[in-house]
């Protein structure tokens, strides 16, 4: 694989990095505010994570093979817009998606699943705002280091019952598995408050805060990438995700799909 990957080839959304062996980084640039469009989830994040797992796995096989015991390491990082401070992402196109039904049972729930199951520790860099499916993206990874907005204002937000946007069950089900206080489900969901970076880590959503911009936040992501990396080693890191949240990912997969010809076309058309 030859790095940087820049994906979709024709109009890059999303660039894959590779900065040492154990660690990849996926930036979303999707103009200045990264919202995430059909395009950039089918033909950017999806093959960037086919990308890293390919990678990860050669290395892993190889080590096992020359058991080499420092070998088969691997954690990866998504990060926000590297040259700005201001957004990790502000959620989905809602526009462009809101009337496509093949969006979230064909598009977004399937990446969901995939992030919240994968084979090696996965690192949300929260580089700045934070909204709605971009939330949810970053509850898909293991952890979630953001920027305390010491510098520049930082929010965490569902804002959806403010727009009046029903959710789709996958986030439902993403909320639920990581956010175990039915209090602060509600105070999520159905309140759609704006968590302060300082708020959101003394109520347990957050990981770390980094006193910093873009570089100090993922300074810090890797540093937590270099100290779980190793427990990728093994090669049971996605096995017992997929345990641990066997109820959500089963609840992924069973968001409701309206369905006739015309839409299951517009899916075969997206897909091939």
Request: charged share 25%; net charge positive; glycine share 6%.
């Amino acid at each position: 694989m030859s790095y940087p990957l820049s994906l979709p080839v024709n109009a890059p959304l999303i660039t894959v990095t590779h900065p040492k062996r154990s660690l990849w980084i996926i930036e979303l640039h999707n103009g200045q505010d990264s919202r995430l469009t059909a395009d950039l989830v089918d033909r950017g994040l999806k093959p960037a994570l086919d990308a890293v797992e390919r990678d990860w796995r050669e290395q892993w096989r190889a080590a096992l093979k020359a058991k080499d015991k420092n070998g088969g390491k691997g954690a990866l990082i998504i990060v926000g817009r590297r040259d700005q401070d201001k957004f990790f992402s502000n959620g989905l196109d809602f526009a462009n998606v809101v009337d496509d039904p093949n969006f979230f049972p064909n598009t977004f729930n399937p990446f969901l699943a995939r992030l919240l199951a994968f084979p090696i520790p996965t690192i949300a860099a929260i580089n700045g705002h934070c909204y709605a499916a971009g939330f949810m993206l970053s509850l898909a990874c293991d952890y979630r280091v953001m920027t305390d907005g010491s510098k520049r204002n930082a929010w965490l937000c569902m804002n959806e019952v403010h727009f009046g946007a029903v959710w789709p069950l996958s986030f439902a089900a993403v909320l639920r598995a990581k956010v175990g206080d039915p209090r602060l489900q509600r105070t999520i969901a159905l309140e759609g408050h704006r968590f302060s970076p300082k708020e959101a880590y003394e109520r347990g959503l957050l990981d770390h805060l980094v006193n910093g911009n873009t570089t100090a936040v993922l300074v810090k992501a890797e540093e937590v990438a270099d100290q779980f990396s190793a427990n990728a080693q093994t090669g049971v890191w996605g096995l017992i995700k997929i345990d641990l949240y066997r109820d959500t990912l089963a609840a992924i997969r069973s968001d409701f799909r309206v369905i006739n010809a015309a839409i299951d076309d517009a899916a075969a058309r997206s897909r091939l």
